[in-house]
């Protein structure tokens, strides 16, 4: 069974950073494709950030695009989403999830959306304040 773990959440000022970890277990990093998708309160559950580890793609929404950086550490089955510059539109639960065997590219995760996925971590929360 795979599970996906989040942490380093937490409050930030408008302009600060946090980075995001996902622990992962269960999963093959091998022809994978992760994700870090967000939830704000009465909206749907949206991409952030995609990586597709066949063609070494990434995606980002226009809406953290040169802010937001995803990472992974295969060696300890980690992936990261580094967020700087943080708005309080950025507040939301953030969560991971990543498919093996993918081999699309990162584009397609973030057209698809989370229909692509079907495991999801707790999710973290994210809140920045003006």
């Known amino acids: 069974e795979v599970q996906f773990v989040e942490s380093g959440g937490g409050l930030v000022l408008s302009g600060g950073s946090l980075r995001l970890s996902c622990s992962i277990s269960?999963?093959?990093?091998?022809?994978?494709?992760i994700g870090w998708f967000r939830q704000a309160p009465g909206k749907e559950r949206e991409a952030v950030s995609c990586?597709?580890?066949?063609?070494?793609?990434?995606y980002y929404a226009d809406s953290v695009n040169g802010r937001f950086t995803i990472s992974s550490d295969v060696a300890n089955n980690t992936v990261y989403l580094q967020m700087n510059s943080l708005k309080p539109e950025d507040t939301a639960v953030y969560y991971c999830?990543?498919?093996?065997?993918?081999?699309?590219?990162?584009?397609?995760?973030?057209?698809?959306?989370?229909?692509?996925?079907?495991?999801w971590g707790q999710g973290t929360q994210v809140t920045v304040s003006s």
């Open positions: 269960g999963f093959t990093f091998d022809d994978y494709g």
């Open positions: 999830t990543g498919l093996y065997p993918y081999y699309g590219n990162a584009i397609a995760c973030g057209i698809v959306g989370e229909r692509l996925f079907d495991s």
């Open positions: 990586f597709s580890s066949v063609d070494g793609s990434t």
